[in-house]
Nanobody, 118 residues
Framework: QVQLVESGGGLVQPGGSLRLSCRASRSIFSINHMGWYRQGPGKERELVAAITSGSRTNYAESMKDRFTISADNARNTVYLQMNSIKIEDTAVYYC????????????WGQGTQVTVSS
């Protein structure tokens, strides 16, 4: 089992920055990969960025130049640094953890709201 708690969302102006945090209930070394997803109003959930236990990263093409995913293993936390935020970045941002063994398990956080408005 992995519990995930996101934080750091809020109201931000276009062009601003935010850093989202996702704290896991166990060592992220034991988690194969973690990712940030988002779901905007009336939209499907989409991948924003992901990071493996070996620190390999993957980004959605439209966000790779503005967002950065990173991990702090000592704090069991994955971050999403969001820069040059746009109105279309408004969404609920979710953290996901995937643990693969004999079976693959997926765990989701409760989400954190990011609202971009002037």
């Amino acid at each position: 089992q992995v519990q995930l708690v996101e934080s750091g969302g809020g109201l931000v102006q276009p062009g601003g920055s935010l850093r989202l945090s996702c704290r896991a209930s166990r060592s992220i070394f034991s988690i194969n990969h973690m990712g940030w997803y988002r779901q905007g109003p009336g939209k499907e959930r989409e991948l924003v960025a992901a990071i493996t236990s070996g620190s390999r990263t993957n980004y959605a093409e439209s966000m790779k130049d503005r967002f950065t995913i990173s991990a702090d293993n000592a704090r069991n936390t994955v971050y999403l640094q969001m820069n040059s935020i746009k109105i279309e970045d408004t969404a609920v941002y979710y953290c996901k953890a995937v643990v693969t063994g004999l079976r693959t398990y997926e765990y989701w956080g409760q989400g954190t709201q990011v609202t971009v408005s002037s």
